[in-house]
């Protein structure tokens, strides 16, 4: 490209000088063939490049041609000189390295004895191999390479390049213990690098916090087979999602793990991750199912996936259940015993029963029997508990007819105390209530308003308080006695109601008529003549 871009600017001879470094080869001097073939490269190889060299030492030229130059002629320092980053520093190197190896090849072989121009001995003298390029770096009076020099990705690309697997482990395990936590894209590069398993195990521990669930099994799958159950079975603990189980169970087989001896563990884990010891009854404090408890339950669940895992399911079931019915925790253990199909039993037996000359182990049968005997235990409990309720609500009913009655008395003295109460207003003595008995005083217009309007307020209201309190009661009859005081004569009560008020009241009392047609009497209470 950089040969086209000085031909188009008219520069053919300056593209000539990037052309020099082709080696010279005549194949008409090997040839028997009369036909002459064109010759290759540059005779004067030799001189062009002792001139690169020069032209990388001027002064007076641009320092990025000079790099040109010297990149072309190995001259490592004018090209330093327009290097920057750690990666431009260690290509500057190597190219170096690669065309003194060139060279040094070409003399040893004698393709080089047309040279008469001899390169300058510090070219000659130099002894490159890989590890003298990154000592050279390491070296560096760029602050910026020295920097550089510390990133992982550097770090782990000069191990590559060295070939040295060994030390790119022990930089592996070095900052694995280093408190600052690794990117996760360095510790997924680290996992496929080797089978290191404190690596996998960090790895696989970011993948479970960043729940990729369908990354894990693959890599724990990579670990030693104990250390991959382990790892596995801490996994599933993390999984509270019912949909998601099958789906992990799926994932782990395909990636080789033992998932008999995965879900086995996980449903221990769990179940031996509770404390509390085996406690006696008249000890437990605590009976309600707690959210450790529904852990438990919800375990069991990893066992019923695949039908072979019954037996399995039934001993952990057990191990559950034994546990919860020696805290009284009965609402655990028969959610836990619902948990196991009915049909487990029968599958257990089937299993065995295809196996010619072969008993069932005796873990089996004994598990099998003790899931009958906890069985038989919660059914007894739960009639215990059914008779119970029923005794408990009989005894509940009789307190409250006995609370009935005691309210019905305490409520008759109530009814008769307000009764006797507001009747002392509605018929007060000697005029009635709020109404003066003397006469020979002086006037005063403003108290006689306000009595008289109090009357109006107060006695109509007084008169619905009573009638509901009757009516609650379910004294219809002294209800409807009240319409024939507010009537009477002799009181003159209607007189402070207003015709809605009446309106109203008398509706009310036809609700109390009714009630009483429905009891058999007549509407005011009378019974009726036959």
């Known amino acids: 490209m950089a040969q086209r871009l000085c031909k188009r600017c008219g520069q053919a001879w300056r593209a000539a000088t990037l052309e020099g470094w082709n080696l010279y080869h005549d194949p008409n001097l090997t040839s028997d063939n009369l036909e002459l073939k064109p010759v290759e490269g540059n005779p004067q190889r030799g001189i062009w ?78 002894n490159w191999t890989m590890e ?37 482990l022990d930089e592996f395990s070095g ?21 290191c398993v404190n690596v996998l195990t960090s790895y696989v521990s970011l993948l479970i916090r960043d729940k990729q669930i369908d990354l894990v099994a693959s890599y724990i799958s990579q670990l030693p087979s104990d250390m991959a159950t382990v790892q596995y079975a801490s996994f599933l603990e993390t999984i509270t999602q019912p949909e998601l189980r099958p789906r992990c169970l799926e994932l782990g087989t395909d ?74 925790k009965h609402d655990g253990a028969k959610a836990v015993f619902s948990k196991v199909p009915e049909d487990s039993m029968k599958k257990i037996y089937s299993q065995w029963a295809g196996v010619s000359d072969t008993t069932m182990p005796a873990e089996d049968e004994n598990a099998i029997r003790e899931h009958l005997c906890i069985r038989a235990y919660l059914e007894a409990h739960e009639a215990f508990t059914d008779w119970f309720k029923k005794v408990a609500n009989e005894m509940r ?77 379910s004294r219809h009859q002294e209800a409807l006695r009240l319409a024939d005081i507010i009537s009477s004569d002799q009181h003159r009560l209607y007189q402070v109601f207003s015709k809605e008020e009446l309106r109203r009241f008398l509706q009310k009392l036809r609700e109390s008529s009714l009630s009483l047609l429905d009891q058999g009497f007549d509407p005011l209470g009378y019974e009726l003549q036959s």
Not at 64 to 69: D, L, P, R, T, V
């Open 175 to 195: 900052w694995l213990t280093a408190a600052k936590p690794l990117p996760s894209h360095l510790l997924r590069f680290m996992t496929h690098e080797e089978v």
């Open 255 to 328: 990636a080789g793990l033992d998932v008999t001896a995965i879900t086995k563990l996980v449903v221990e884990n769990v179940r031996e991750g509770d404390e509390t010891e085996f406690t006696h009854h008249s000890q437990t404090l605590e009976t309600g199912t707690t959210k450790e408890d529904q852990k438990k339950i919800d375990v069991i669940d990893w066992l019923l996936f695949d039908p072979a895992h019954r037996a399995e399911a039934l001993k952990q079931s057990n191990a559950i259940m034994r546990k919860f019915l020696a805290l009284q």
């Open 132 to 168: 003298k390029v990154f000592e050279e770096l390491q070296a560096s009076e760029s602050k910026r390479v020295l920097e550089e020099i510390k990133e992982h990705y550097h770090i782990i690309q000069k191990f590559i390049v060295l070939g040295d697997l060994d030390g790119l």
């Open 49 to 126: 490049k002792a001139c690169c060299w020069r032209m990388a030492e001027e002064e007076q030229i641009n320092r990025y041609e000079k790099a040109i130059y010297a990149s072309l002629s190995g001259n490592l320092k004018p090209l330093l000189a327009v290097c920057e980053s750690w990666e431009d520093y260690v290509w500057a190197h190597f190219r170096v390295m690669v065309d003194s190896l060139v060279e040094k090849d070409l003399m040893s072989s004698g393709m080089a004895h047309q040279e008469v121009e001899a390169l300058p001995r510090e070219y000659l003298e130099a």
């Open 397 to 473: 009913e009789k307190e409250y007819q006995a609370a009935l009655t005691a309210w019905s008395c305490r409520l008759d003295v109530l009814t008769e105390d307000v009764k006797e109460r507001i009747y002392n207003v509605l018929l007060f003595v000697d005029g009635g209530w709020m109404v003066d008995n003397r006469q020979d005083m002086e006037q005063d217009s403003e108290r006689s308003h306000q009595m008289t309007a109090l009357r109006s307020l107060c006695l109509p209201r007084l008169s619905f308080l009573l009638l509901s309190v009757l009516q609650n009661s």
